[in-house]
């Protein structure tokens, strides 16, 4: 069965730096997502992404976020100087049309230190 | 925007026993509900979702009821077992795309 992958699992960055989270979502699907998950609380909506333009994005996606889908394959999402707080898990995900489910990738594990 | 409550945030059952999990959302907009498992340190994995159209859909010894009037969903587990342990998470989406996550509850299975 396809399924998103996000490169890569763990990421150590120190606080101020550029981190790129990649995904390669499955490949006949055209919505795409960013999720963020903080040790043990919910997950978050960060953004939405389709025809190559952001469609939706919430209040955490804030100017330090940037997202791009460079090429046919990769999906990536790019935090500019990143903050202790931004230390959690980034689930990316992707969906054939906007009728149907969402498949999450296995995550990337970001810690700022 | 959309509000997500899920209840309780921890639940303990016997193996063998039904184990429920309630979500409201505020809304009214919203006709998309999915559930996701996760467990501990891998993705959530949708186990069964549910139309606004539609008040009840099941999948083996998994349900979910939806109450459009009252706003609220329902994931009912029957005759549960070890590997039903994991954290669910209940969703809405409107028509804007997005998931808004309830915020979750640790199932615990009693063998």
């Known amino acids: 069965e396809p399924e998103v992958t996000q490169t890569p699992s763990h990421q150590v960055t120190q606080m101020g730096q550029e981190v790129i989270l990649r995904c390669v979502p499955i490949?006949?699907?055209?919505?795409f997502y960013w999720y963020r998950q903080i040790l043990g609380q919910k997950v978050e909506f960060l953004v939405s992404?389709?025809?190559?333009?952001?469609?939706?994005k919430s209040e955490i996606f804030d100017d330090q976020f940037s997202v791009e889908r460079p090429d046919g394959s990769n999906f990536t999402l790019k935090i500019r100087s990143t903050k202790l707080e931004d230390s959690a898990m980034y689930f990316c995900?992707?969906?054939?049309?906007?009728?149907?489910?969402?498949?999450f990738g296995a995550g990337t594990r970001l810690s700022v230190l | 925007g959309e509000n997500v409550e899920q209840h309780p945030s921890t639940l303990s059952v016997q193996e063998g026993d039904s184990a429920v999990i309630k979500c409201t959302y505020s809304?009214?907009?919203?006709?998309?509900f999915p559930w996701y498992k996760q467990e501990l340190g891998k993705r959530p994995q949708l186990i069964i979702d549910?139309?606004?159209?539609?008040g009840e859909k099941k999948d083996q010894r998994i349900a979910v009821t939806l109450n459009k009037t009252a706003k609220h969903f329902s994931l009912h587990i029957t005759e549960t077992q070890p590997e039903d342990s994991a954290v669910y998470f209940c969703?809405?989406?409107?028509?804007?795309?997005?998931?808004?996550f309830g915020t979750g509850t640790r199932l615990t299975i009693i063998p």
């Open positions: 995900a992707s969906r054939q049309d906007a009728k149907n489910i969402q498949y």
């Open positions: 992404f389709y025809n190559n333009e952001i469609s939706e």
């Open positions: 969703a809405g989406e409107g028509g804007n795309e997005k998931l808004t």
């Open positions: 490949s006949n699907h055209l919505y």
């Open positions: 549910i139309r606004s159209n539609v």
């Open positions: 809304d009214s907009a919203s006709n998309y």
